[in-house]
């Protein structure tokens, strides 16, 4: 499975952005597709995740209610990052898994979203 994200670049705090990541090969019908990110000095954490075969959602609660993933029929999943804060500042990596039962395996690039106060 490959992944292509893009998207991120420079926006003022309260501002949005979106991210698409578009997955290629093999991806089976249960898959999961996920954001992560990793802001300087710190570990890559989770933000949220949708599941293909039913489209549920989950959010970390840093970005609860200001963040939306979303996913279309080309198998390309969407983070539409809204309120955004200076805290959001990362590089965001697209993730994917064959299921839930197994660790991300896949991972796109990383694109760059910075916010200004």
């Known amino acids: 499975v490959q992944l292509q994200a893009s998207g991120g670049g420079l926006v003022q705090a309260g501002g949005s952005l979106r991210l698409s990541c578009a997955a290629s090969?093999?991806?089976?019908?249960?898959?999961?597709m996920g954001w992560f990110r990793q802001a300087p000095g710190k570990e890559r954490e989770f933000v949220t995740r949708?599941?293909?075969?039913?489209?549920?959602t989950y959010y970390a609660d840093s970005v609860k209610d200001r963040f939306t993933i979303s996913r279309d029929n080309a198998k390309t999943v969407y983070l539409q990052m809204n309120s955004l804060k200076p805290e959001d500042t990362a590089v965001y990596y697209c993730?994917?898994?064959?299921?839930?039962?197994?660790?991300?395996?896949?991972w796109g690039q990383g694109t760059l979203v910075t916010v200004s106060s």
């Open positions: 949708v599941r293909w075969r039913d489209g549920s």
């Open positions: 090969g093999r991806t089976g019908s249960s898959y999961d």
């Open positions: 993730a994917f898994r064959y299921n839930d039962r197994i660790p991300w395996n896949f």
